[in-house]
């Protein structure tokens, strides 16, 4: 069985907020491909009326921007999907005491119950059913494990959670329908109530679970982080039990940070896929998340989007789709994939191109993950990337990736020799760090423009701001680390305290073998979130 409808969902909430020009753009790419609809995923990034704070300063699409998407979409033979969050999420209104005293529980997650928070989801849906010819709507629900206890337990005392959850779901599902839409939700609330917590579940589903979803709610069954197909499968069959419809949603790989992971994604999809057409599953969406910071472009991934349909058409010739892929972009299959080697493993989901960027050099608290001399892989991969940095619509992407393996190839693994050179007292190994720390800078400042020159060409201005701050403060230890070991070489100061501190494991991974770590507050502050 084929794939009926096809989608992909892109990410414009974690401080990229794509241009018109932008969408516009992807928007001509998709059809191409063989794609229906996009859902476009706005937390608090879109107008909405009498909240004046909802996307302040977020870059927010105005109710003429969204008009001017959705008319660009359906002339592309695409329809646009609002995709927004009625619960959690929402940490770009909390900022404001406007939300956070009346509407917010804790954190992200909205004050269920409240009335202004009611007012508050009527207003999302008012601007989306203005602005959209599409009814249907995704309105998130998910991941709000700490729902019910903040304001909520002060005012009501502890209630059992997934009874929260029910009653604002039920609450939400009224609203949709009001407004003529058919919500979809992730499913995962659901899954973890039937399965004591876990999302992952292949048995049978109670009856008394299955019951509690609104009949007017599809589920989206998510899943990134398999390539087996036996597990897709089983998952299916399991949201196969509920009454309600089922759309599956995988991912693009492409929210680690810099660099995106295709190569796995590729091999999740062609198994999902699979499964998804034994199993009857006919609608199919991309996931095209952002995580920390939206550091990878949008377009990198465009190899999975191209395998993706290709499979859901029921073509898994991968020689055959490598071929379709270079008329179509321009740029090879393999020189894409080839951005992923940024990463330094295509087997596993590790970054890092992104932790190691800001990893300190004096307190390196993943130096342990470094292999000697791996930096030297970083310049091969800056080699690799001048064939598709040759292309004129997508070189600009690969000039950022290969400028960022240039400043790894020395940053990867200055940290280490900076300490095992003050340890032994290697006054001439220092001598030639201090060099190295000057050409790091240099190539920070090239790796900057080349960031910089892609939010611009893809993003809102809004957003970089906190590229600015995490690339400028990174630039300025980076000199202030340089100008300490010249302290020390000139014999004006005894010691460097930092250094003296043995780095220990990080989180009892293997020394040598990079690891998965996407949060730049932990990695550049050593502090947890809060």
Not at 11 to 27: G, I, N, P, Q, W
Not at 326 to 353: H, K, Q, T, W, Y
Not at 492 to 497: G, V
Request: hydrophobic share 40%.
């Amino acid at each position: 069985m084929k794939i009926q409808s096809l989608g992909t969902m892109v990410d414009c909430s974690r401080d990229a907020v794509y241009t018109a020009e932008t969408l516009k753009r992807y928007f001509g790419l998709l059809k191409k491909m063989g794609y229906t609809y996009v859902q476009l995923y706005t937390e608090d990034v879109y107008e909405a009326e009498g909240e004046p704070y909802f996307g302040y300063l977020r870059g927010r699409y105005t109710k003429a921007e969204l008009k001017e998407l959705d008319a660009a979409a359906r002339e592309h033979g695409l329809e646009l999907v609002p995709c927004i969050q009625t619960l959690a999420h929402l940490g770009g209104i909390a900022r404001w005491q406007e939300y956070r005293n009346a509407c917010i529980d804790l954190e992200d997650i909205l004050l269920v119950g409240e009335e202004r928070t009611y007012e508050l989801i009527e207003r999302m849906f008012q601007t989306c059913a203005e602005c959209f010819s599409s009814r249907r709507i995704n309105i998130g629900m998910d991941e709000a494990h700490m729902v019910g206890l903040g304001k909520y337990l002060d005012k009501h005392g502890y209630e059992n959670r997934f009874d929260i959850l029910l009653k604002h779901l039920a609450r939400v599902a009224q609203i949709a329908e009001k407004y003529g839409f058919s919500p979809m939700m992730w499913s995962d609330m659901f899954f973890r109530l039937a399965n004591k917590g876990a999302y992952y579940c292949t048995g049978d589903i109670p009856q008394a679970v299955k019951a509690l979803v609104p009949k007017n709610v599809t589920l989206i069954y998510w899943d990134y982080y398999s390539t087996d197909r036996a597990h897709y499968d089983g998952m299916i069959k399991a949201h196969k039990q509920f009454e309600n419809n089922m759309v599956f949603a995988g991912g693009d790989s492409g929210w680690y940070g810099f660099a995106p992971h295709s190569r796995y994604a590729v091999r999740a999809w062609e198994a999902a896929l699979k499964a998804c057409g034994d199993n009857g599953a006919e609608d199919v969406f991309v996931t095209c998340w952002k995580d920390d910071g939206a550091e990878c472009s949008l377009f990198a991934t465009l190899p999975v989007l191209f395998a993706a349909a290709e499979f859901s058409r029921g073509n898994f010739d991968k020689e055959n789709i490598a071929r379709k892929f270079f008329r179509f972009a321009g740029v090879s299959m393999e020189d894409f994939f080839a951005l992923d080697e940024a990463n330094l493993d295509a087997e596993r989901i590790v970054n890092p191109c992104k932790y190691m960027l800001y990893s300190d050099p004096f307190l390196g608290i993943f130096d342990r993950t470094v292999k000697e001399g791996d930096g030297k892989q970083f310049a091969a991969v800056k080699e690799k990337l001048r064939a598709g940095a040759r292309s004129a619509r997508y070189g600009y992407l690969f000039k950022t990736l290969a400028a960022l393996c240039g400043v790894l190839e020395i940053k990867y693994g200055i940290g280490v020799k900076t300490r095992r050179a003050y340890t032994e007292k290697d006054r001439a190994a220092l001598e030639v760090l201090l060099a190295d720390y000057k050409e790091l800078e240099k190539r920070l400042r090239v790796f900057y423009r080349a960031f910089s020159a892609q939010w611009e060409r893809e993003c809102k201005p809004n957003g970089f701001e906190k590229h600015d701050i995490r690339l400028g403060g990174l630039m300025r230890r980076v000199s202030h680390c340089r100008a300490l070991l010249a302290e020390y070489l000139a014999g004006k100061r005894k010691t460097i305290p930092e250094l003296e501190e043995e780095i220990l494991p990080f989180a009892g991974g293997e020394d040598g073998a990079p690891v998965l770590f996407n949060n730049w507050l932990q990695t550049a502050l050593i502090k947890p979130k809060m």
